[in-house]
């Protein structure tokens, strides 16, 4: 635990002192936001009907893209094979960094959310379960994602690569992530959607730090 | 030594043997189901003549799953017993269950144009197959983005292994997506029971489909073999190259 | 039985991208011992360190600690060797304090980051960001890591490179001090780096013949 916390530390402070990186997530994904009235067109139903998909879909590509650095630096310059050497599970390892990039990425998400979801005309009764959908479906765009920046290091454009693996992946979390906000939009009860998005919460917090783990590993042989 | 050096002479032995009577078998079996499926089975009352479609589409969806499992298990060898021809079978069945994947969802935005008069609909099963495909293409792209072979094939293995766990979820995702959005006038394919005259080409061309994959596996692997031994010559060639500069490297300093 | 502290390695097989780097290589470090691994480019030095660190996979063969095989126990092997390879892995935005106590912490509680600072001569560094240093600095950085969190074995690939004439003199001393608290070095040299009575392991010696694939 303590370990745990170690690597945290390291990794919020690498990317506070780095500074950008979160705000550059962000700002991607206000702007992927913002394009869909200029391709949609400005009506205002039409606008408020897409807002939870186009929120969320936006919200899928920005976490995506920002999680091609998770563990590429750290290749690159050494330390992940001074990491793997420590007398700490890999799997810690893992799951720190994960935390640290969702803290760094996912919380900003979240927090922006609800202005885009206002310039998308979404209906106010949507925005608690937006948030909440965020928030149990971001951690786990985060987790799936590890496995995927794991297993492109030392490849060849890494950053499409990642796309195709990975946003299939994330398919599952998208449509419950909607469709949660969807039901709350349309009267519905948004619960039995956020109970299945944190089913898929602990079943990524239980598999994919050890997947994560197998995947640096191996990265590591050649 | 240990098998990872064993030559695949044996697995090489055994492919010979196999190989034509998998061809024969593609031949007789997709000729026999052609003819039954084009000329002997019935039109559908309610299809007419489209329904001999489903004689490709079905059993082309049947492989897309089989592959994928194949793919899986194939890669769980690989990962869990190191088995070299693991490796080379997953590297040589994923672009034959993508193929197959691509006719499935062909043949049914085909079928979909006279059914239902579009030529896509997100129907729960051909989007589930349209994700199907995606996996596919992500096995496939990060298999060869390596400059180290092996690399490509580990990382590849355990992103199968990934996809393989996720079907099943993905499945039920989108069952659960399609009937929050679909309407429910869309048509079952296949129907609810199905008469012998149709079933027969049906298992027919399932069982010819089969035949075809493992004969196509067979000379994948084979490909996969022989591109092996070049490299190890490549690789041969520049160690003697590098054996011999060293040498003479150490003549200079021993003459200083 | 654990006090005994013997590394070794017994009939060692590295073949990688279809060809033997090296065969029936067999080595063993003692308390306070040294090993220098040489040999020409591509010889498998690099290779061998990183089996020896468990990164790698023999392909035949085993690496034990006393009694026990190192793939066995991965995180007690990891816990009694530091590995120094090729990168420095020191990153650009943290200072070098900051640097070598992150690894430190991961070993110890209350590591002496300040003494391993000084042993190499970068005390005065010790709040610059990284992005300053000279590769020779960042080289020097990455070894304090290794004093500031003490164990038993170290492993160091190439530990002179980018050094100049002091700081060569100080990683002399370092192994020097090391080996004389009893510890353990094993490391891959182009340089004269002196390690007094250590053992010296030519790996041109273990070329492995061309395995015939047809």
Wanted: aromatic residues 8%; charged residues 15%; contains cysteine.
């Amino acid at each position: 635990m303590t370990n745990f916390v170690t690597i945290l530390r390291r990794d919020l402070r690498l990317s506070f002192r780095q500074g950008m990186d979160s705000l550059m997530v962000v700002m991607f994904f206000v702007i992927a936001v913002v394009l869909f009235p200029f391709g949609v067109g400005p009506e205002p139903n039409i606008l408020a009907r897409i807002a939870a998909g186009v929120i969320w879909v936006a919200a899928l590509l920005a976490s995506m893209l920002s999680l091609e650095r998770l563990f590429q630096t750290d290749y690159e310059d050494g330390s992940l094979e001074i990491l793997v050497l420590q007398p700490v599970s890999l799997e810690v390892v893992v799951a720190a960094k994960v935390t640290a990039h969702w803290l760094t990425t996912g919380l900003p998400l979240i927090a922006a959310a609800p202005l885009l979801a206002v310039l998308l005309n979404m209906d106010a009764g949507g925005f608690a379960i937006l948030i909440l959908a965020l928030a149990l479906g971001t951690p786990s765009l985060s987790l799936i994602g590890a496995i995927g920046a794991a297993l492109i290091l030392g490849a060849r454009r890494g950053g499409v690569l990642l796309s195709l693996m990975v946003l299939p992946l994330y398919i599952p979390v998208l449509i419950f992530g909607v469709s949660a906000v969807d039901a709350a939009l349309g009267g519905f009860a948004a619960r039995p959607h956020l109970l299945i998005l944190s089913g898929l919460l602990l079943a990524t917090v239980a598999l994919c730090p050890w997947v994560g783990a197998a995947a640096l590993r191996q990265a590591m042989r050649s | 030594m240990i098998h990872r050096f064993a030559n695949p002479t044996r697995f090489l032995r055994l492919a010979d043997r196999i190989q034509p009577w998998a061809a024969g078998l593609t031949v007789v079996l997709g000729g026999a189901g052609l003819y039954f499926a084009l000329f002997s089975s019935p039109a559908d009352y309610q299809q007419g003549e489209t329904v001999r479609i489903m004689y490709i589409h079905v059993p082309s969806a049947w492989m897309a799953l089989f592959c994928y499992t194949a793919l899986a298990a194939a890669c769980a060898t690989a990962l869990i017993w190191k088995h070299p021809l693991a490796d080379l079978a997953a590297r040589a069945t994923a672009p034959i269950g993508a193929c197959f994947t691509l006719l499935a969802l062909a043949t049914g935005s085909l079928w979909g144009k006279p059914m239902w008069g579009t030529w896509w609909v997100w129907d729960a099963r051909l989007t589930s197959v349209l994700i199907l495909f995606f996996l596919y293409l992500g096995y496939m792209a990060l298999n060869g983005a390596f400059d180290d072979p092996e690399r490509g094939q580990k990382a590849s293995a355990i992103l199968a292994l990934v996809g393989f766990i996720n079907v099943p979820i993905i499945k039920f995702s989108v069952d659960w997506w399609n009937t929050l959005h679909q309407p429910a006038s869309v048509i079952k394919m296949g129907g609810p029971a199905i008469h012998p005259s149709m079933l027969t080409p049906l298992l027919l061309m399932a069982f010819a489909f089969k035949a075809y994959f493992v004969w196509v596996l067979l000379m994948r692997m084979r490909g996969e073999i022989n591109a092996m031994k070049i490299r190890a010559v490549r690789l041969r060639q520049v160690h003697a190259a590098e054996a011999t500069s060293a040498d003479a490297g150490a003549a200079t300093g021993e003459a200083r | 039985m654990d006090r005994m502290n013997r590394f070794f390695g017994d009939n060692l097989t590295c073949f990688r991208g279809g060809r033997f780097v090296f065969a029936g290589l067999s080595f063993a470090v003692e308390e306070g011992g040294a090993l220098v691994l040489r040999g020409p480019n591509g010889s498998g030095k690099s290779s061998l360190l990183r089996m020896m660190a468990g990164l790698l996979p023999p392909s035949a063969g085993a690496l034990a600690w006393d009694d026990g095989r190192i793939d066995e126990e991965p995180e007690a092997h990891h816990e009694r060797f530091h590995y120094v390879g090729h990168a420095d892995a020191v990153k650009p935005v943290l200072t070098v304090a900051e640097n070598v106590e992150f690894w430190a912490r991961l070993r110890t509680p209350e590591p002496d980051t300040r003494a391993a600072l000084e042993a190499f001569g970068i005390d005065r560094l010790a709040d610059v960001p990284g992005r300053f240093l000279s590769a020779g600095q960042k080289r020097r950085v990455n070894l304090a890591r290794v004093l500031a969190a003490p164990v038993r074995l170290w492993l160091l690939d190439e530990p002179a490179t980018a050094l100049d004439a002091d700081a060569v003199r100080a990683v002399e001393a370092a192994i020097a001090a090391h080996r004389a608290r009893g510890g353990m070095v094993v490391a891959s040299t182009h340089q004269a780096l002196g390690l007094d009575g250590g053992d010296v392991l030519d790996l041109a010696d273990f070329q492995g013949e061309d395995l015939d694939i047809d």
